[in-house]
Nanobody, 127 residues
Framework: VQLQAYGGGLVQAGDSLRLTCAAS????????IGWFRQAPGKEREFVAE????????HYGNPVKGRFTVSRDNAKNTVSLQMDSLKIEDTAVYYC?????????????????????WGQGTEVTVSS
């Protein structure tokens, strides 16, 4: 499956932005989809993950209560709604798909948990 994240841009602190991960080559149904971000000079950081049914969702601590992940299997997309953006949210955001088995109660927050990665989309939050 090929993934492409888009929707990034330059916004001010407190603004909202919606990122979308679109798939081609295969349906996203059945894949765990994760969002990660990487700020300059830092390691790639877990943001959120969503299971195929859209009901089992997990967030990284820095974004809890501000970001919302959702998926539309019919449109083959996963979205990341980012509200109350902070300067520290500035990063390149990536979506990834896990093809391996997933289990209820486990959180897939490591980059090694995912098999396919899309090109990132850059988000810059200014003061």
């Amino acid at each position: 499956v090929q993934l492409q994240a888009y929707g990034g841009g330059l916004v001010q602190a407190g603004d909202s932005l919606r990122l979308t991960c679109a798939a081609s080559g295969n349906t996203l149904y059945g894949y765990v989809i994760g969002w990660f971000r990487q700020a300059p000079g830092k390691e790639r950081e877990f943001v959120a993950e969503i299971r195929y049914n859209g009901e089992d969702i997990h967030y990284g601590n820095p974004v809890k209560g501000r970001f919302t992940v959702s998926r539309d299997n019919a449109k083959n997309t996963v979205s990341l709604q980012m509200d109350s953006l902070k300067i520290e949210d500035t990063a390149v955001y990536y979506c990834a798909a896990r093809a391996s088995e997933s289990y209820y109660g486990e959180i897939y927050h490591n980059t090694d948990d995912y098999d396919y990665w899309g090109q990132g989309t850059e988000v810059t939050v200014s003061s």
